[in-house]
């Protein structure tokens, strides 16, 4: 399983800030310092987290990021498909081979697959990460 760039920079801002909540708001700034990430990428990739309901953020000059929620209540699978979009349980075979017996066996094997990495993500939580 491949995730994105963008995946792998929105599980780092999540942990960064779940690793500094005691300071409260989180800036942007430090995270994308800290890690090298372009800042208005980071921010795009933010906001996602924020429409998920995993961070919350606060406009104006003491603004910045904090966590939604406590980090034993953000799952890692949570991160991923807020930044992703839900996994896909399928590998659109069918439209290729309709009624091809090995595309069935090879859509339920992948599905399984799915379901079972979908499953050991759920019960991830920010809390062991950090």
Not at 75 to 81: D, F, K, Q, S, V
Not at 97 to 102: K, L, M, S
């Amino acid at each position: 399983m491949k995730t994105s760039r963008a995946t792998a920079y929105g599980l780092l801002a999540a942990g960064y800030v779940a690793q500094h909540k005691e300071q409260g708001i989180i800036l942007s700034q430090a995270v994308a310092k800290k890690y090298n990430i372009p800042l208005e990428y980071l921010l795009k990739i933010m906001q996602q987290l924020v429409r998920a309901n995993i961070l919350r953020s606060k406009r104006g000059p003491r603004g910045g990021f904090s966590l939604a929620r406590p980090p034993a209540k953000i799952t890692m699978l949570e991160i991923i498909e807020a930044v992703e979009g839900p996994m896909s349980a399928s590998l659109g075979l069918e439209e290729h081979a309709p009624r091809d017996q090995f595309r069935t066996k090879t859509e339920q094997a992948y599905r399984k697959v799915v379901a079972l990495t979908t499953d050991a993500l759920k019960k991830i939580k920010l809390s062991d990460l950090i």
